[in-house]
């Protein structure tokens, strides 16, 4: 009981204390000048926070040792017991999302094999993350004119525009990370750096052209096992799948789906691609006589 209140412990200080010491090294990166005594008691808290983590850490590592674990497995499981899952993805989705906006800028496309179908989702977001970019510049600046004090106008400036480069990196995501139908008859349904879902071409027993505008989150999962990937509230091709298949949240649940619906571009494309890959008659070379 007492190990379990200190791992849960960790957790929350994890998850409380890292967002607040990303945003801390974001200003000082930019050379906003926050004041000493501010700093010094936030890195007094930070310090704090790592003792107590070091501590449940060096606890979770010995015992992982002591049944029979090496010393990077018992490294790894300790760090994924104490770190969120939650707070480990959302890192590494924002990073992901800024490699992407890298990757927009040279117009290239991430994980698009020769001889694959790229199939595009974003139309239905695209007017609508650019009108969020603009109202996030014009708070910016409405911001800037309004605060009085230096020091807080430099934080939240800095906030700001990280806030408006990960909306672009958002969108960067979903423009180099399209949807990919394989020339085996597979699929990769993605959206973004959130959701990555792999297909089997086996797996896909019918796809058609159909247009849904489902209610609720990015990923939802209806009780009779349909798993929408709705962007812009709609979806336009159904994926009928043979079994029940296993697929991973944003934040890291699970679920498993016996169909999928999700949203392209140019249905038809995807849908004739889909269906010329798994309908083609399979080559058999000529034997000699």
Do not use: K, N
Request: hydrophobic letters at 55%; aromatic letters at 4%; glycine letters at 10%.
């Amino acid at each position: 009981m007492r190990a379990t209140r200190g791992v849960r412990g960790a957790q929350l200080v994890t998850a409380a204390v890292f967002p607040a010491e990303l945003a801390v090294g974001v200003c000082l990166v930019a050379g906003v000048r926050i004041p000493g005594a501010v700093l010094a008691g936030a890195e007094g808290v930070v310090l704090v926070a790592f003792a107590l983590e070091a501590v449940v850490l060096g606890r979770l590592w010995r015992a992982g040792r002591r049944e029979g674990a090496g010393r990077r497995e018992a490294a790894v499981a300790a760090l994924r017991t104490v770190v969120p899952v939650p707070v480990g993805r959302l890192v590494a989705h924002e990073l992901r999302a800024l490699h992407s906006l890298g990757l927009w800028v040279v117009r290239r496309r991430h994980a698009v094999p020769e001889g694959a179908l790229a199939v595009a989702y974003t139309g239905p977001q695209t007017a609508m993350m650019y009108g969020l970019v603009f109202v996030s510049v014009v708070e910016t600046v409405m911001l800037a004119l309004l605060i009085p004090w230096p020091v807080v106008h430099r934080i939240l400036l800095v906030l700001d525009v990280y806030g408006v480069l990960l909306v672009l990196a958002l969108h960067a995501a979903c423009v180099t990370r399209p949807h990919v139908v394989g020339g085996d008859g597979s699929l990769r349904i993605r959206y973004g750096a959130l959701f990555d879902l792999r297909i089997p071409a086996a797996s896909i027993t019918a796809v058609r052209v159909e247009r849904r505008f489902p209610e609720g989150r990015l990923v939802q999962l209806d009780p009779d096992g349909v798993l929408d990937l709705a962007v812009g509230g709609q979806t336009t091709v159904t994926v009928e799948l043979a079994a029940p298949l296993g697929f991973v949240r944003p934040l890291g649940g699970r679920g498993q789906a016996r169909a999928v619906r999700f949203q392209a571009d140019d249905p038809r494309a995807a849908v004739a691609a889909l269906t010329r890959a798994r309908t083609a008659p399979s080559t058999i070379p000529d034997l000699p006589g």
